[in-house]
């Protein structure tokens, strides 16, 4: 097993990064080489905001980067820029990667695992004839909802650029909660063009998986059993939690804040509530009210950095 060398290909986001790097880490525990390879302007940021002890990652757990097609000033926000790029750039580099280190037998690759919304490293890892395995980092529902998109255009339910027909509630499956087709998360991503843009690199994808027999999830069958139900191949592998303070801050795209502490400190355990919705959400301010409101009560309620910073954009 020391000689097993993995590369694991995360989705150039920090919830992203934060999950594959977290089953990276299970992996290296294992006995497992892995080569963890971010964009490189991902790499620099980690880089750049990695802990004193935590410079030394251990060694079988290895940084990496190739180009992700954008240049330093575009703006990786932008998901329908960012998601062509990756498309148009990053596969034929990630086979160049792999060819150069598998010049060497004796610590050649001997299986990719991407990020779903990086699947197109399976068609690299097929023409390489190394194995592959597609880990999804959300929900089992999410991946059932991606996975059904030929289904639902067959079924007249959406058209060729995921644009639903009526505005409804739908149900993949009767084990499974409804949906709202106006939460659907490619249809809440900027103009209409970027929408599709986003679509598209996500419905290529279901094809793609299907080159591999490994499908990973980060959830339990206990939290989603109508989901996994629905797609029986899906394998529960979660939840990745990190249970060290290395493990905490490895892979983060900021240094380590840790002036919340005083404040926290103050209240009594269970009082105070986290929210964090991801680094691509924006809230307007009538979002952001309704929000306040709701969870209006005598707990004291701290927002996370990213949702500030998605406020403030």
């Known amino acids: 097993m020391s000689n097993q060398r993995v590369s694991v290909l995360p989705y150039p986001a920090q919830g992203h990064v934060n999950s594959l790097m977290n089953f990276s880490r299970k992996l290296a525990e294992r006995g497992f080489k892995i080569l ?19 410079s030394l990652v251990g060694s079988n757990i290895e940084l990496l980067s190739i180009p992700d097609g954008l240049g330093p000033e575009e703006n990786r926000n932008d998901l329908g820029k960012l998601c062509s790029a990756l498309m148009n750039t990053m596969p034929g580099l990630l086979e160049k990667f792999i060819e150069d280190i598998n010049v060497d037998d004796t610590h050649s690759i001997s299986c990719i695992v991407a990020d779903v919304n990086m699947g197109w490293a399976l068609e ?11 880990l999804w980092t959300a929900s089992a529902a999410m991946f059932a909802l991606q996975y059904s998109i030929p289904r ?24 499974m909660p409804t949906m709202d087709v106006d939460q659907i998360f490619w249809s809440n991503m900027g103009d209409e063009e970027n929408q599709k843009h986003i679509f598209h690199y996500v419905k290529g994808f279901t094809k793609i998986s299907n080159l591999t027999d490994w499908w990973l999830c980060n959830t339990t069958y206990e939290l989603e059993p109508g989901a996994l139900s629905f797609l029986p191949k899906l394998l529960p592998i979660g939840p990745f939690i990190g249970n060290s303070h290395r493990a905490r801050s490895l892979g983060q795209f900021w240094k380590e804040d840790l002036s919340c502490l005083n404040w926290l400190n103050q209240h009594p355990p269970y009082s105070v509530i986290y929210l964090a919705f991801g680094s691509f959400t924006l809230f307007n ?29």
């Open 124 to 134: 690299v890892a097929k023409k390489l004839g190394i194995r592959g395995a597609v």
């Open 285 to 313: 301010p009538k979002q952001f009210k309704e929000l306040a409101l709701g969870l209006n009560s005598p707990t004291d309620l701290f927002f996370g950095s990213c949702v500030q910073m998605a406020i403030a954009a």
């Open 36 to 54: 963890f390879v971010n964009t490189d302007f991902n790499h620099k940021r980690i880089m750049a905001s990695l802990a004193e002890q935590d």
């Open 152 to 175: 639902m255009i067959d079924d007249g339910f959406m058209d060729c650029n995921g644009t639903p027909f009526q505005k409804r509630k739908f149900q993949l499956s009767p084990s």
